[in-house]
């Protein structure tokens, strides 16, 4: 059974708001109702099957909606929607503008765009931006507006606070900005100059001096736009909305991730006249730095339902789901000597039950890099959540002993298999 939860686990506050649909699940009742999150893998009628001729092993999720492993598989409704977009071709712009203002309306903001991800949206609003301070073409962008010694060309500064430096800073960098760092809200006031064109706030960040509505006054009174990258903050739903509503100018999140949609699909929210603007620097333009971000229809359409079938999922449901899958691998594991089993909920982004089981690697004679590699080396092929065995990934919550599972991703009947497959290698450690 799970222990009770540390200081910074599963917060009360938040299990409160589902525990009792997980309570009915994890009492162990056989009558699991199989939610919106389980459906998933009823597909579209089987065509050839293309990992097979190529010989690329399908794996069990039990790690989350990572890039590397593909994300989210897409929910029957959705892929039904994907292959009849496939059926006919249409004009690309109009399906843009229309699926635009059909996800604004549903979203509760002024404008959206449907990007290639969060990363290409995080790219578009930079070009927005700058071409809103700068009254910029899309071919402009970034040959006039990086100068190299940041002398000549147009406005280019993007405020971002230390904390908040991430791999994504690349994307916006793709436009010619250059960063301005700030740490305290002294620094952060006194940052902005004539040239500054936007803000960057990364919403799961952890240890920033600067909370968002002081963020958001002191830019506003600069009339400077703020973007906001929630690309992972899905669930809960209502993110879609609540970072626009409380006054960010334009926010970002992944298609393929919570959301459950195309895999290379996006959602850019926000002000009206900024999401234009982003749009004028996206494809179907050819002359923009959008151009390579193409978004096939396809991937708009995939979009579009994937947050049709989100709004009609229930996030207490879907946790109760992922918490019975997690009960389900810990019951599995349970006799292993020194093993314990916790859950932990990141508060922002994936913010899913992740079954962390710790044990003393000594005693069972296994390690879980050495498990999370039998795991991955065997048929079926079972891929752990990549904080297993590391510290950091999890803040203090796994580290070189403990196995974390991410049970969001799997689909009917697996968290069985996953649960028999590490009982197996830990009471087998030298099989
Ligand atoms: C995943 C992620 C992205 C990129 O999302 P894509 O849809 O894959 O482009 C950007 N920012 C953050 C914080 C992310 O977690």
Known sequence: MFRSSGPGLLSRRRFLTWSQAALAVLGASPAIPLFGASRATESVPAADDYYAKLGVEPIINAAGTYTYLTAAVMPPQVQR???????HPVVLKELHTAAGEYLAKRLRCDGALVTSGASAALTLATAACIADANHARPNQIPQQVWSGDGTLGMKNEVIVQKAHR????????????????????DDYQRAFTPKTVMTNFFNSAEGGLIDRQAWLDVAHRHNVPCHLDAAADVPPVENLWRYTAMGFDLVC???????????????????????DLAADNDSPNSDAVGRGMKVAKEQIVGMVAAVDWLLEQSDEANQAEYMRRAHVISEAVKDIPTLTSDIYIPEIANHVPHLILAYDPRIVGITPLEVQKRLSAQRPRIELNPATGTTGRLGPHSNENTIVVGAWMMQPGEAEIVGRSLHAVLSNPQA
């Open 81 to 87: 929607a994907v292959a009849q977009a496939a059926l």
């Open 166 to 185: 991430y791999e994504y800073d690349h994307a916006m960098q793709l436009c010619g900005v250059r960063i301005v760092e700030v740490v305290t809200f």
């Open 253 to 275: 999140f992944s298609g393929g991730k919570g959301i459950r949609g195309p895999q290379n699909a996006g959602l850019l929210l926000g002000k009206k006249h900024l999401i």
